[in-house]
């Protein structure tokens, strides 16, 4: 598997409860977009979430991706 990094994610700028409820920024999208491509989630991206939804989503993708990163582990 080739080796892929991604910069670490950064929630938009501390969502406060009037921004989070609005919807997902252009930033967020193609951050979502990427992620969920890369991790093989192509239901994860959906362009008609919160902006809060999305950065939860980015996080979870950001994870698994970063797991599968890693070295295989022994048995």
Known sequence: MPEC???PH???????AMTADQPIT?????TLK???EAAYE????????T????DLRIA??????????GPPHAL
């Open 42 to 49: 192509l239901e994860a991206f959906q362009p008609n979430l």
């Open 10 to 16: 950064e929630p938009s700028k501390k969502l406060n």
């Open 5 to 7: 990094h991604f910069p």
């Open 60 to 69: 979870m993708l950001t994870a698994k991706l970063k797991l599968l990163d």
């Open 26 to 30: 252009a930033e967020q999208a193609a």
């Open 34 to 36: 990427r992620l969920a």
């Open 51 to 54: 902006r809060a939804e999305a």
